[in-house]
């Protein structure tokens, strides 16, 4: 990605722009890995200070960037809208959920983290055993620009909700939402720099794996991720990955035809196909394909990108993204794949129409790789069995859906990934409670619930003698035959 980029005195700036219009937005300093560092020392000083906090008083704080959040939620909309281009119900959408993970994540990081006691088991009778997830330190979050207050808030939220402090690098496209979230936060929590944003390009991002950080939160494309993680084990530094998916559809003969065509468009166009757990594939069980197909190519055929706030879907936000998009529908289409609604003529940058294709061969970049675009394949199966085993048969595994009346959980089982909706689309996204990760190029680690809280937190255990026991292995004063007779004992609670 490249952006006008300016120099003054010894600092770089670069601009952040309208996807629709090219207007200029706003303008960002690139700061350089020794700005990076300086940030993770002063959020150092910060989580020594925030990590001392109770967890009633950090609650009470992420409470208030809430309410503050809810009561700008207008302003952030507008810029979310401003910077990725998206239509506004999309971008309330996405700030809704926001709202929700913020107060799920201050209300249950005490339950979650909180020191509890273990059973010591049966030959440690003696001990009081306890784990208690202690704050990491500082977490380094780098996100993308496709949700860019969802996505980073599943780390953010979660990262300072366990006590840590945070210094973001939103993408270089959504420079703007990084810096509001992290001056809101800054007016319910004044005293430190809890949560910091440094802006720039990939070096910006690549600062900060490097910065002595103690966990890195990433959020973005497979390739990244790898760069990230190759960056981070240089120091050992601890990674999260959460990348893209190919995210299959599945119709079984039994499924309510009408809510699968809706969540099969709803899911592959709304954001113009811009989402890492958007509908990619559908795979629908031949005796109900043609029905269902003809529900999504009429619902399809009536959606129109545009640039006003109440288009169905908007620009495709990052202008390199359009070239794949088009990439793949060629590749269909030369491979054998019929276009049902659209073709290569819906691609007109920075706008793509909703494409539906069908029969589209398992080799095609349209099936195998991530298009992002509000784009959609529809091959038919000859039982949900072999559906199963098309929709695993990628490298990706983050999200999947299934419209089954009867078999729903069953084949939800069998998806090798990280989540499933069931008779809904993404569902799983908007429940705070469920963890949030894929498999494979998916990346690994969970954001939100409670994996996400203990994914940026350190475990601790404990354990306290409470009185001696008989028998005393632990010392070089043990009597004789200790050991034989704790064998003796093992034998005895462990034959069976
Ligand atoms: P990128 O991988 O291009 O970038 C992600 C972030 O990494 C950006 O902030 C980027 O900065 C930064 N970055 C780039 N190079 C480096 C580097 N060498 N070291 C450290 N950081 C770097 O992804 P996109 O922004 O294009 O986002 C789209 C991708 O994100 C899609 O593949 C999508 O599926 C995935 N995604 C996954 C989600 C999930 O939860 N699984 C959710 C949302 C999106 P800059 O922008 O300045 O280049």
């Known amino acids: 990605m490249s952006r006008a980029v300016s120099q003054q005195a010894d600092e770089q700036w670069f601009t952040s722009l309208d996807p629709r219009t090219a207007e200029v937005i706003g303008k960002h300093r690139v700061h350089s890995p020794i700005e990076v560092r300086a940030a993770v020392t002063r959020a150092r000083t910060a989580s020594l200070w925030w990590g001392g906090l109770d967890h009633a008083e950090r609650k009470r704080r992420l409470d208030a960037w809430r309410a503050l959040v809810l009561r700008r939620l207008d302003d952030i909309v507008e810029l979310v809208c401003a910077e990725t281009g998206k239509p506004l119900d999309d971008a309330r959408l996405e700030l809704v959920l926001v709202v929700d993970h913020l107060h799920w994540a201050a209300r249950n990081a005490e339950k979650v983290l909180r020191r509890r006691r273990v059973s010591p088991g049966k030959l440690m009778f003696n001990q009081a055993a306890t784990v208690e997830y202690l704050p990491m330190g500082v977490v380094g979050v780098i996100g993308p620009w496709n949700y860019p207050a969802f996505t980073p808030m599943g780390s953010i939220a979660y990262a300072l909700a366990a006590g840590n402090a945070v210094v973001f690098k939103p993408s270089e496209l959504t420079p703007g939402v990084g810096e509001w979230l992290a001056s809101t936060f800054a007016e319910v929590v004044p005293e430190h720099p809890v949560l910091t944003v440094v802006t720039g390009f990939g070096a910006t991002g690549a600062a900060l794996c490097r910065s002595g950080v103690d966990k890195v939160a990433f959020t973005g494309s497979t390739a990244t991720g790898k760069r990230v993680m190759a960056a981070c084990a240089e120091s050992l530094t601890p990674v999260l990955v959460e990348c893209g998916g190919k995210d299959p559809l599945i119709v079984d003969s039994d499924a309510d035809l009408e809510a699968a065509a809706e969540a099969a468009v709803w899911g592959a166009m709304s954001n ?10 559908v795979y ?10 003809e529900l999504v190519v009429r619902r399809a055929r009536k959606l129109k990108p545009g640039g006003q706030p109440t288009a169905h879907l908007g620009p495709i936000t990052m202008p390199e993204q359009v070239g794949i998009i088009r990439s793949h529908i060629a590749d269909a289409l030369d491979k054998g794949g019929r276009a049902l609604v659209g073709g290569l003529d819906s691609v007109r940058p920075p706008y793509v129409e909703p494409v539906v294709l069908a029969d589209v061969p ?3 970049a349209a099936i195998t790789e991530e298009t992002f675009g509000p784009t959609l394949t529809i091959n038919r199966v000859s039982t949900v069995d072999e559906a199963v085993e098309l929709a695993n048969a990628t490298r990706y595994g983050l999200g999947a859906t299934v419209f089954s009346r009867s078999r729903g959980p069953e084949l939800a089982r069998r998806l090798r990934c990280g989540m499933v909706s069931v008779n809904g689309v993404v569902s799983f996204a908007g429940i705070a409670s469920l963890p949030f990760g894929g498999v494979g190029d998916s990346g690994f680690g969970r954001i939100h619930g409670a ?14 003698r409470r009185f001696w026991a008989p028998l005393q292995p632990n010392t070089f004063a043990r009597a004789n035959g200790t050991l034989r007779r704790l064998v003796r004992l093992t034998r005895l609670l462990y034959r069976r």
């Open 272 to 281: 113009a196909g811009q989402t890492c757990v958007g509908v990619e594939r």
């Open 451 to 464: 994996d996400g809280l203990r994914e940026f937190a350190r475990p601790q255990s404990v354990t306290r």
């Open 362 to 364: 398992e080799d095609s």
């Open 284 to 293: 629908v069980v031949d005796s109900v394909a043609d029905r269902f197909t």
